[in-house]
Protein backbone atom coordinates (compact mmCIF):
# COMPACT_ATOMS: atom_id res chain seq x y z
CA UNK A 1 0.00 0.00 0.00
CA UNK A 2 1.51 3.48 -0.54
CA UNK A 3 2.29 5.98 1.46
CA UNK A 4 -1.04 7.88 -0.19
CA UNK A 5 -3.62 5.48 -0.14
CA UNK A 6 -2.41 4.51 3.57
CA UNK A 7 -3.00 8.49 4.25
CA UNK A 8 -6.11 8.70 2.42
CA UNK A 9 -7.79 5.85 3.97
CA UNK A 10 -6.82 7.43 7.43
CA UNK A 11 -9.06 10.35 5.82
CA UNK A 12 -6.31 13.05 5.45
CA UNK A 13 -5.65 14.54 2.81
CA UNK A 14 -2.13 14.43 0.94
CA UNK A 15 -0.41 17.70 2.04
CA UNK A 16 1.01 17.99 -1.25
CA UNK A 17 -1.90 18.59 -2.87
CA UNK A 18 -1.24 21.96 -5.19
CA UNK A 19 -0.44 20.53 -8.68
CA UNK A 20 1.88 22.98 -10.69
CA UNK A 21 1.76 21.09 -13.96
CA UNK A 22 -0.77 23.39 -15.80
CA UNK A 23 2.11 26.28 -15.23
CA UNK A 24 4.46 24.28 -16.69
CA UNK A 25 6.30 23.16 -13.58
CA UNK A 26 7.03 19.47 -12.93
CA UNK A 27 5.73 18.30 -9.22
CA UNK A 28 7.87 17.64 -6.43
CA UNK A 29 6.58 16.26 -2.86
CA UNK A 30 7.97 18.55 0.21
CA UNK A 31 10.36 15.41 0.80
CA UNK A 32 12.05 15.36 -3.08
CA UNK A 33 12.07 18.92 -2.49
CA UNK A 34 14.29 18.31 0.61
CA UNK A 35 16.29 15.77 -0.73
CA UNK A 36 17.29 18.06 -3.95
CA UNK A 37 18.45 20.75 -0.99
CA UNK A 38 20.80 18.03 0.29
CA UNK A 39 21.62 17.18 -3.52
CA UNK A 40 22.43 20.73 -3.97
CA UNK A 41 24.76 20.52 -0.66
CA UNK A 42 26.74 17.60 -2.06
CA UNK A 43 27.01 19.21 -5.13
CA UNK A 44 28.63 22.43 -3.76
CA UNK A 45 30.95 20.52 -1.78
CA UNK A 46 32.44 18.37 -4.92
CA UNK A 47 32.76 22.01 -6.93
CA UNK A 48 34.71 23.09 -3.50
CA UNK A 49 36.95 20.17 -3.52
CA UNK A 50 37.52 20.62 -7.04
CA UNK A 51 38.26 24.07 -7.26
CA UNK A 52 40.86 23.57 -4.64
CA UNK A 53 42.33 20.23 -6.07
CA UNK A 54 42.31 22.11 -9.27
CA UNK A 55 45.44 20.98 -11.65
CA UNK A 56 45.54 24.03 -13.93
CA UNK A 57 47.42 27.02 -11.72
CA UNK A 58 44.67 29.54 -12.08
CA UNK A 59 43.84 32.09 -9.00
CA UNK A 60 40.47 30.50 -7.64
CA UNK A 61 40.64 31.94 -4.11
CA UNK A 62 37.62 33.57 -4.96
CA UNK A 63 35.43 31.06 -6.59
CA UNK A 64 35.99 28.71 -3.50
CA UNK A 65 35.41 31.68 -1.28
CA UNK A 66 32.39 32.33 -3.03
CA UNK A 67 31.06 28.65 -2.84
CA UNK A 68 32.15 28.36 0.92
CA UNK A 69 29.65 31.34 1.14
CA UNK A 70 26.45 29.87 -0.93
CA UNK A 71 27.01 26.52 0.58
CA UNK A 72 26.73 28.35 4.11
CA UNK A 73 23.75 29.95 3.34
CA UNK A 74 22.19 26.71 1.44
CA UNK A 75 22.62 24.31 4.71
CA UNK A 76 20.95 26.67 6.40
CA UNK A 77 18.18 26.71 4.20
CA UNK A 78 17.78 22.74 3.78
CA UNK A 79 18.15 22.51 7.19
CA UNK A 80 15.27 24.38 8.16
CA UNK A 81 13.29 23.08 5.02
CA UNK A 82 13.80 20.02 6.59
CA UNK A 83 12.98 20.53 10.51
CA UNK A 84 9.82 22.06 8.83
CA UNK A 85 9.03 18.79 6.69
CA UNK A 86 9.40 17.08 9.89
CA UNK A 87 6.86 19.42 11.47
CA UNK A 88 4.40 19.25 9.07
CA UNK A 89 4.38 15.41 8.34
CA UNK A 90 4.61 15.31 12.18
CA UNK A 91 1.41 16.74 12.25
CA UNK A 92 3.29 18.53 15.39
CA UNK A 93 1.30 21.66 16.45
CA UNK A 94 1.59 25.03 15.32
CA UNK A 95 0.53 28.78 17.28
CA UNK A 96 -2.02 29.90 15.19
CA UNK A 97 -0.55 33.19 14.61
CA UNK A 98 3.28 33.25 13.23
CA UNK A 99 5.25 36.48 14.05
CA UNK A 100 5.77 39.27 11.15
CA UNK A 101 8.64 41.37 11.57
CA UNK A 102 8.74 44.60 9.16
CA UNK A 103 10.39 47.96 9.41
CA UNK A 104 6.77 49.43 9.76
CA UNK A 105 5.81 46.76 12.23
CA UNK A 106 6.54 43.85 14.56
CA UNK A 107 3.28 42.21 15.36
CA UNK A 108 1.59 38.28 15.12
CA UNK A 109 -0.53 37.79 12.83
CA UNK A 110 -3.09 34.52 11.73
CA UNK A 111 -1.46 32.94 9.63
CA UNK A 112 -4.90 31.68 8.74
CA UNK A 113 -4.30 32.59 4.98
CA UNK A 114 -0.91 33.16 4.72
CA UNK A 115 1.71 30.77 3.12
CA UNK A 116 4.49 30.43 5.24
CA UNK A 117 7.79 30.04 4.84
CA UNK A 118 9.70 26.89 6.35
CA UNK A 119 11.36 29.53 8.98
CA UNK A 120 7.92 30.47 9.34
CA UNK A 121 6.88 26.98 10.48
CA UNK A 122 9.48 26.04 12.53
CA UNK A 123 8.82 29.32 14.38
CA UNK A 124 5.30 29.14 14.58
CA UNK A 125 6.05 25.11 16.00
CA UNK A 126 8.89 26.51 18.79
CA UNK A 127 5.90 29.21 19.80
CA UNK A 128 3.19 26.59 20.10
CA UNK A 129 4.79 25.35 23.28
CA UNK A 130 3.14 26.57 26.27
CA UNK A 131 0.06 27.97 24.58
CA UNK A 132 -3.54 26.24 25.24
CA UNK A 133 -5.17 23.76 22.94
CA UNK A 134 -7.18 26.05 21.66
CA UNK A 135 -4.57 28.63 20.07
CA UNK A 136 -3.03 25.53 18.76
CA UNK A 137 -3.33 23.82 15.41
CA UNK A 138 -1.56 21.82 12.67
CA UNK A 139 0.02 22.87 8.80
CA UNK A 140 -2.62 19.74 7.78
CA UNK A 141 -5.30 21.71 9.53
CA UNK A 142 -4.94 24.60 8.28
CA UNK A 143 -4.25 23.88 4.63
CA UNK A 144 -7.55 21.74 4.41
CA UNK A 145 -9.81 24.74 5.91
CA UNK A 146 -7.93 27.43 3.40
CA UNK A 147 -6.40 25.74 1.02
CA UNK A 148 -3.52 27.95 -0.76
CA UNK A 149 -1.23 28.37 -3.84
CA UNK A 150 2.90 27.98 -3.24
CA UNK A 151 4.06 31.36 -3.28
CA UNK A 152 6.34 30.73 -6.38
CA UNK A 153 3.51 29.42 -8.52
CA UNK A 154 1.55 32.60 -7.06
CA UNK A 155 4.02 35.34 -7.79
CA UNK A 156 4.20 33.53 -11.53
CA UNK A 157 0.85 34.03 -12.05
CA UNK A 158 0.97 37.50 -10.99
CA UNK A 159 4.06 38.31 -13.17
CA UNK A 160 2.65 36.73 -16.03
CA UNK A 161 -1.14 38.33 -15.55
CA UNK A 162 0.35 41.55 -15.02
CA UNK A 163 2.64 40.78 -17.87
CA UNK A 164 -0.81 40.21 -20.10
CA UNK A 165 -2.55 43.59 -19.08
CA UNK A 166 0.53 45.40 -20.07
CA UNK A 167 0.32 43.46 -23.71
CA UNK A 168 -3.17 43.77 -24.20
CA UNK A 169 -3.24 47.92 -22.81
CA UNK A 170 -0.55 48.29 -25.85
CA UNK A 171 -2.75 46.56 -28.20
CA UNK A 172 -5.71 48.62 -27.17
CA UNK A 173 -3.47 51.95 -27.57
CA UNK A 174 -2.13 50.54 -31.10
CA UNK A 175 -5.73 50.21 -32.66
CA UNK A 176 -6.79 53.45 -30.62
CA UNK A 177 -3.37 55.81 -32.44
CA UNK A 178 -4.56 54.07 -35.89
CA UNK A 179 -7.95 55.19 -35.83
CA UNK A 180 -7.92 58.17 -34.46
CA UNK A 181 -6.82 61.15 -37.77
CA UNK A 182 -3.29 62.51 -38.03
CA UNK A 183 -2.85 66.14 -37.79
CA UNK A 184 -1.49 68.37 -40.29
Request: proline letters at 7%; hydrophobic letters at 40%.
Amino acid sequence: MSEQQHTEEQGLRPLDSFDPTPDGVSPYTLGETVDAAVEVLQSLHRFQLALAGCMTPLALEAELKQTRKVAVKASGWAETLARARDIIEGDLPLADTVRVQLPEFDCDLPWDEMVLSPADIVAANTGAAGLPLERLTTYRREIERVPRMPSVIASRRERAAKQARKAASERTRARVAKREPKEL
